[in-house]
């Protein structure tokens, strides 16, 4: 944040160090481990160093005292977890909320829940955009979400707006899940959506439809299923 370095691991350990190297705060935040271990980035966001494992939680940027948790998931279970994927962070009129990809939206301040979408709740993997007052996600079952937010918290402040387009990938090749994981790049009203196996998705987001789909040219990358086609989480980037 200009002054601090806040560092968090997934072991469970959250720390805050000056820029000189000395150490502000630091704690441990044990719980059961999940399949691949925790993934989540933390948050700095309103004052607050967010993480994430099977609890959100919310500490003192300051102090690393704990300000708040929300217990989404269950805490048992290798399988048990909400959401894989980092967290985007915005305002409903000047409410800070988090966003996961777990189809809520949580208050930054308490960590009360905002909005609920069953829609798009699952164990999403790839971390949520906000352009031009829109939260784009993509579900697990390989969607582009678009959630207006509202100008103000006390708007009706439900999922009613909100639009997907199914991204359908069945007549394109792929060799081992043919899912999404990396993030949407939204840019002049288009969202460009990146499967996992290298198809590449460009959606009018006005429009609510799809504008074209391409294979990109990986070649031999795509070849067995421990080679780069597993590993396209990465999300795009924007230049020039």
């Known amino acids: 944040d200009g002054s601090f370095v806040y560092a968090w691991f997934a072991s469970g350990v959250s720390a805050c160090y000056d820029l000189e190297g000395h150490r502000k705060w630091i704690r441990a935040d044990n719980h059961d481990p999940v399949e ?18 099977r609890e959100l939680m919310a500490f ?32 409903v009129g000047n409410v800070g909320v988090v966003m996961p990809a777990d189809g809520c939206l949580y208050k930054a301040s308490d960590g009360q829940v905002l909005l609920k979408d069953p829609r798009t709740m699952g164990a999403g993997i790839s971390t949520p955009v906000v352009d031009g007052g829109v939260e784009y996600k993509i579900s697990t079952g390989n969607e582009l979400c678009m959630l207006p937010l509202p100008a103000a918290p006390d708007a009706a402040l439900n999922a009613a707006g909100l639009q997907g387009v199914k991204i359908s990938m069945d007549q394109y090749p792929f060799y081992y899940m043919n899912c999404i994981l990396a993030s949407p790049l939204v840019h002049d009203g288009l969202a460009y959506v990146l499967s996992n196996s290298g198809l590449l998705t460009v959606v009018d987001v006005k429009a609510n439809a799809i504008v074209y789909q391409k294979m990109l040219d990986l070649g031999h990358l795509q070849g067995h299923n421990e080679s780069a086609f597993r590993g396209i989480g990465v999300s795009p980037a924007l230049a020039g």
């Open 36 to 53: 691949h271990g925790f993934t989540t980035s933390p948050l700095l966001f309103e004052g607050k160093f967010i993480v994430y494992m």
């Open 60 to 91: 003192d940027a300051k102090t690393g005292k704990e300000v708040w948790r929300n217990s989404p998931a269950g805490k048992e279970g290798i399988y048990t977890y909400r959401f894989r994927s980092s967290f985007a962070a915005g305002y």
